[in-house]
């Protein structure tokens, strides 16, 4: 699994529910995959730029008004999109969604492969800012995804993360993820 590949596809928030809604059958224009999100159509007009440039989508050519184009997935796309919804289906929770949104969530998910100190996950997601990385484990740690295990047998006490129950069931489901290097655009 490329960690670069996965941290520029959660970038943008919308991307990955994009992606389902879509797959679901959702038209391929801005405005009604923004309302069917619930987001500004602002923020899903970025998120197309943002798919069109990992190469996820591409405008349909014959289809839609200058002003209002209508897009398709790319080969790849299609198969990221249907990784996106079993993911979407895998998280029932309005809450849980919400924590897949932020960029750092599924990066830091997979690489909780097992107990893992916060150094060692930093340096797998280089360039994480430490703050962005502990939002991002309190966040997971209050929906119960991971698990805050503090060592207090060494000096100073050793603090390790690990996947739980749901947590552990995105791990896997990470690990799934179509890469671009195994499709032909």
């Known amino acids: 699994m490329d960690k670069q ?10 991307s990955l529910k994009a992606l389902a809604l879509l797959a679901d059958g959702c038209p391929a224009r801005v405005s009604p995959l923004a309302v069917a999100a619930g987001c500004g159509r602002t923020a899903m007009g970025d998120t197309f730029k943002h798919l069109v440039a990992l190469g996820l989508l591409q405008r349909n050519p014959g289809y839609g008004h200058p002003l209002r184009p209508e897009y398709r997935l790319t080969t790849i ?15 029932p929770e309005p809450e849980d969604n919400q924590i897949v949104r932020s960029k750092w969530a599924l990066p830091v998910i997979s690489a909780l492969d097992s107990n893992k100190r916060y150094s060692a996950v930093r340096k797998k997601l280089s360039p994480v800012s430490d703050r962005a990385l502990s939002q991002c484990f ?36 990470v690990l799934l993820l179509p890469s671009p290097g195994s499709y032909q655009q």
Not at 78 to 89: C, F, G, N, T, Y
Request: charged letters at 20%; aromatic letters at 8%.
């Open 5 to 14: 590949w996965l941290v520029n596809l959660c970038t943008r928030g919308w």
């Open 77 to 91: 796309g299609e198969a990221v999109a249907a990784w996106a919804i079993s993911l979407d289906r895998l998280l």
């Open 138 to 173: 309190s966040r997971l740690a209050q929906r119960h995804w991971i698990e805050r295990i503090v060592c207090a047998d060494s000096a100073p006490p050793a603090v390790s993360y690990r996947t739980l129950d749901l947590g552990a069931a995105v791990h896997q489901h």
